[in-house]
């Protein structure tokens, strides 16, 4: 039975991880960020010790959270706002805010750390935002109701899951232009690129499958059905393994990451993780997958070695985007950021921006 730590805890600054069998992680250096959508919060927790830092609160709608590279910087967007935000991963302070499309769901950094990218699930469209600037840059067209979103590990290719049009778009990054659109099956929720840029991976979340994708021919290799409801994916560092979160529905969830073979391509395990399995990060040895129970109001720390849940920390509420830095977590206690009550101003050039259809 999973443990559901009350809010109260949280915002006293409580941390009281339930660990299953064993203690802290063993070699494991960094902090798990979370967006708590729910309760307009993020979470920070150590990775080593598997404890919460820092509660960051006046976080309006953040469905979506992710780390620049080199963990310096955290990116979070506003779905109340139609706003992407860049706060500072050591000492929690906002450093921008940049508008977006309506409706913002997802957030990705380039690999050299240079283009913020931002579908916009309402627009059908992708904000590419200058990172150092915090400038937009220019407004893509993709398929309907784009979800998430990754870039190639070269960096030349951002693919976006399309939820309403069925299909994955490639925008060339080069260019800022999308130049194709697949159709891969019913609801695409995420991508995920295998470690050398090849092969790529979407979740079907109306067919409870993952597709597997040609990235050059930009064809469906096949595909393997995993649990109710998948969301988020990712391929291990060693792309042994790719993971995806079965969230499933609230009358119905999901509990489980589906361990795919990447070479067999085929399930070979199931993990109960907890009610609402949505998103999944995973550490750089590979050993650790982290993954958001939206409906359980915890992050399940799954050691992808044992195959098995090793720890559940308690989150705020409905905790969805989850990402990884390589930088341990600064003790911040609780803190208000106060993004609710921000001043929205245009910026610099927003109404200028080019648009690339």
Same mark, same amino acid.
């Given at each position: ?44 927790? *150590?990775?080593? &010790?598997?404890?919460?830092?820092? &509660? ?13 590279? *080199? ?9 109340? #706002? ?131 994708? *040609? ?16 969301? #988020? ?7 042994? +393994? ?12 999901? #509990? ?8 067999? +391509? ?18 750089? &040895? ?7 129970? &939206? ?63």
């Amino acid at each position: 039975m999973l443990q559901v730590v009350p809010l109260l805890g949280l915002f006293l600054g409580v941390s009281t991880a339930t660990t299953l069998g064993g203690g802290g992680a063993p070699n494991v250096r960094g902090s798990v960020w979370v967006a708590d959508e729910t309760t307009g919060s993020l979470t920070v927790i *150590d990775a080593a &010790t598997r404890r919460v830092q820092a &509660t960051l609160s006046g976080v309006p709608s953040p469905h979506n959270v992710q780390l620049a590279p *080199d963990g310096k910087s955290v990116w979070v967007v506003l779905g109340e #706002q139609a706003r992407a935000v860049k706060i500072d991963a050591a000492s929690y302070r906002l450093l921008g805010s940049v508008p977006t499309g309506a409706s913002p769901a997802h957030v990705i950094v380039s690999p050299d750390g240079k283009r913020t990218y931002v579908t916009n699930g309402e627009d059908g469209t992708v904000t590419i935002i200058d990172a150092a600037a915090l400038q937009p840059l220019a407004t893509v067209k993709v398929g309907a109701h784009p979800h998430g979103l990754r870039p190639s590990p070269d960096g030349r290719w951002v693919l976006v899951a399309n939820t309403g049009g069925n299909s994955v778009s490639w925008i060339d990054a080069r260019t800022s232009r999308t130049v194709a659109e697949l159709p891969v099956g019913r609801a695409p929720a995420q991508v995920a690129f295998a470690p050398n840029g090849q092969t790529a991976y979407v979740t079907l979340r109306d067919e409870n499958t993952v597709a597997r994708i *040609d990235v050059a021919t930009r064809k469906v290799l096949g595909k393997v059905r995993v649990g109710p409801g998948p969301i #988020q994916i990712t391929v291990t560092p060693d792309n042994r +393994f790719v993971l995806a979160a079965n969230q499933g529905t609230p009358e119905r969830p999901g #509990q489980t990451l589906s361990v795919i073979d990447a070479a067999k +391509f085929s399930v070979v395990a199931d993990i109960a993780t907890g009610a609402g399995a949505h998103g999944v990060t995973v550490d750089p &040895t590979g050993r650790f997958a982290y993954v958001t129970n &939206t409906y359980a109001n915890t992050l399940a720390v799954v050691d992808l070695a044992a195959r098995r849940t090793v720890a559940r920390v308690p989150t705020g509420g409905g905790p969805n985007g989850v990402s990884f830095s390589p930088l341990a977590p600064t003790p911040g206690g609780v803190r208000d950021l106060g993004l609710g009550q921000m001043k929205i101003e245009p910026s610099p050039g927003e109404e200028q921006h080019e648009s690339h259809h």
